[in-house]
């Protein structure tokens, strides 16, 4: 199975940057996705950001312009750079990584998970 351990969390003030990063191992897909998605008190999770294994990516509106989703294949790592946090960017940020993402059975796996928070 796919193990996926997260990093780079932490507290930073409005105007703020962090870079979360999403180390994956034990992965023999050729084809696959990994998103970044984050999940505030009370609502529901919501996707950043995705990048799939041929480099296209795709971003929420809400953080079009602000974070960039990128992955270093030597270090078998993805990195999503946050740069103008804002409060709303407050969050729990989930690393996801999909196999098989275009066949019929997907096999999805989660991190543990990243707080995020942007506060003065």
């Known amino acids: 199975q796919v193990q996926l351990v997260e990093s780079g969390g932490g507290l930073v003030q409005p105007g703020g940057s962090l870079r979360l990063s999403c180390s994956a191992s034990g992965s023999t897909f050729s084809t696959y996705s990994i998103g970044w998605y984050r999940q505030a008190p009370g609502k529901q999770r919501e996707l950043v950001a995705t990048i799939t294994s041929n480099s296209s990516t795709n971003y929420a509106d809400s953080v079009k312009g602000r974070f960039t989703i990128a992955g270093d294949g030597a270090k078998n790592s993805v990195y999503l750079q946050m740069n103008s946090l804002k409060p709303e960017d407050t969050a729990v940020y989930y690393c996801?990584?999909?196999?098989?993402?275009?066949?019929?059975?997907?096999?999805?796996?989660w991190g543990q998970g990243t707080q995020v928070t942007v506060s003065s």
């Open positions: 996801k990584f999909r196999g098989n993402p275009y066949g019929r059975v997907r096999y999805d796996y």
